[in-house]
Structure formats: structure tokens, C-alpha cells
């Protein structure tokens, strides 16, 4: 079995900075593609950033120059730096990877974390 634990998140005024992280344990062989997602009340998860195995980056429109996520392949982790950040980026967070268990046959699975709330005042 695999787990994601996430921590970092909390409350922080208009244009403060958080850093978020989220690691993964069990049985794993490799991790392939790491992101984060968020969640607004009332809102859809969207996709915020995503690095793949190789170390390309993508992001969001509304969060390019402000978020930078970077991998650990040592550690088995994802961290996403929030620069700059506004109210309407208020939402719950949320890791996945795509992992390679060590079981042999099970394939490429998605694993979530439980989420961490970031909230931003004005």
C-alpha cells in the first residue's frame, strides 16, 4: 500500500508566501509524473502544477511566476513554493503522484493526499 501525507498549509495574508509538501510511502518501486491540484468551496479541483519523472514543469495560467513545485526523487516527495499569493488562491491542496508499486503486475496507479487548507486574507 502507498500513502501521501501533505503538510505546509495554514493562513497567511495577500502576497505572503507558504510552502507546501507531501510525501509518499510504502511499496514503491518508482514515482513517475508528482502535481498538485486545489479545490475552492463550491468549486471544481482544478490542476495547479505538475512535474514529471524527468523534471519538466507545467502550471496553471493563474498561478505561472508565482508557484514553483520541484521534486525530491530522494525522499519521495513533492513541495509546491506559493510566492505572491491573493485570496482567490484560498482552497484545499492536494498531491498525486503516479507510482510503480513493487508488487509486480499491479502497474501505474494514482495515489491522493488528504489535503491541506490554504487560506489567504486580504
Known amino acids: 500500500q502507498v500513502q501521501l501525507v501533505e503538510s505546509g498549509g495554514g493562513l497567511v495574508q495577500a502576497g505572503g508566501s507558504l510552502r507546501l509538501s507531501c510525501a509518499a510511502s510504502?511499496?514503491?518501486?518508482?514515482?513517475?509524473?508528482m502535481a498538485w491540484y486545489r479545490q475552492a468551496p463550491g468549486k471544481q479541483r482544478e490542476l495547479v502544477a505538475t512535474?514529471?519523472?524527468?523534471?519538466?514543469?507545467n502550471y496553471a495560467d493563474f498561478v505561472k511566476g508565482r508557484f514553483t513545485i520541484s521534486r525530491d526523487n530522494a525522499k519521495n516527495s513533492v513541495l509546491l513554493q506559493l510566492n505572491s499569493l491573493k485570496p482567490d488562491d484560498t482552497a484545499v491542496y492536494y498531491c498525486?503522484?503516479?507510482?510503480?508499486?513493487?508488487?509486480?503486475?499491479?502497474?501505474?496507479?494514482?495515489?491522493w493526499g488528504q489535503g491541506t487548507q490554504v487560506t489567504v486574507s486580504s
Open positions: 498525486q503522484m503516479t507510482i510503480r508499486s513493487i508488487v509486480v503486475g499491479l502497474g501505474d496507479l494514482e495515489y
Open positions: 510504502g511499496s514503491i518501486f518508482s514515482i513517475r509524473a
Open positions: 512535474i514529471t519523472s524527468g523534471g519538466s514543469r
